[in-house]
C-alpha cells in the first residue's frame, strides 16, 4: 500500500506524473473533474486547527466524487486513549483512505503501518509534504512552457528559506529541493539548523549535505529564484515566542533583502503570515509575493495526489 507521508514517497517520474495531473484537474475544473472517488469516503483526522488544509482537502475529495468525514481527534477513541493501530484497523474497514493533521510524524507512521488504506500527511511537527508539492508546483505552472514539463522547470532553480529553519516546513523544503533538482539555501539563527532526525532522513533518502546553511540572509537570498519564510512561533512552540522573536527578527523578509534576491524572484509563504514579524506587507503585496496562488494549488496538487493513491489496488 503506497502513502504520502514524506516528500520522497514519489519518485520523480511519479512526481511528474501527479503535477501533469494537477494541471489537468485544476484546468478542467468546473467542467469536467474524473469522479476518481465516487462511492468512496476518505476520513480526516485532525489534532491541530486549519484553514487552508481542511478546506483544501474537505473540497477536493468532494470535487473527486468522494466523501470527506472529518474527525477532530478529541471526538474519536483515539483521543480517549485508544491506540493508534487499533484506530488504523478500524477505520480501514470503514473508509478509503486517511488525511491526518497532527504534531508527532511517529502517528502517520503508524497509522499506514497498521491499516491497509492509503495514508496522507495533511502535516506533522517533522514535515509538511502537501505543502511543498503545491508550492514546487506553483512555481513550475509560472516556469515550464505551455503544457511543457513541469518538473523538468524546477531543475537547476534556487529557494532561499529564512527564518526558522529547524521546522517542519524547512526539512520538507530540503527533501523537496533535492527530489525536484533545486538548491536550497537556508538561513537562521545558530542553533535553528535541521536537527539530527532531520539530517538522518535527508541522508536515508540520498540527500547528505543536500543544504547550505548561513547565519547571514543576504548570502542565502544571493542569486534565489525564490525567497521563502515561515511563521517564527509554530503551534506547540507558544512559550518560547518572545525569545523566538528575537533571536529571528535579522532573518525578517523585508524589501531590502528581498531585493537581493534575482530580480525575478518569487516570495513564498505557506501562510498564515504575520506582517511585521518574518515578512513585512510591503513583501506580501509584492506583485511577485505568489502566496495566494500557493494556497490555491493545495487544492490541485492534492486532489491529484488523492487521485494516484486512491486508483492502486487495496490491500
Known sequence: MKHFLKETDFKPHEVAEVFALARDLKQKRGRHTPPVLQHQTWAMIFSKSSTRTRVSFEVGIH??????????????????????????????????????????????????AAGNIPVINALTDFLHPCQIYADAFTLAERWAPKDGDLLASLKGRKIAFLGDTACNMANSWVLGANLFGMKIALSGPKGFEPDAAANALFAKEGFAGGYQFTTDPYEAVKDADVVYTDVWVSMGKEAESAERIKQMTPFAVTAKLFAAAKPDAYFMHCLPAYPGKEVTQEVLDNPRSIIFDQAENRLHAQKAIMAVLAQQPRA
Not at 85 to 97: I, P
Request: charged share 30%.
Open 63 to 112: 470535487e473527486l466524487g468522494g466523501n470527506p468525514l472529518f474527525l477532530n481527534k478529541n471526538d474519536i477513541q483515539l483521543g480517549r486513549g485508544e491506540s493508534i493501530e487499533d484506530t488504523a484497523k478500524v477505520l480501514s474497514r470503514f473508509v478509503h483512505g486517511l488525511v491526518v493533521r497532527t504534531y508527532d510524524h511517529a502517528e502517520v507512521e503508524r497509522l499506514a
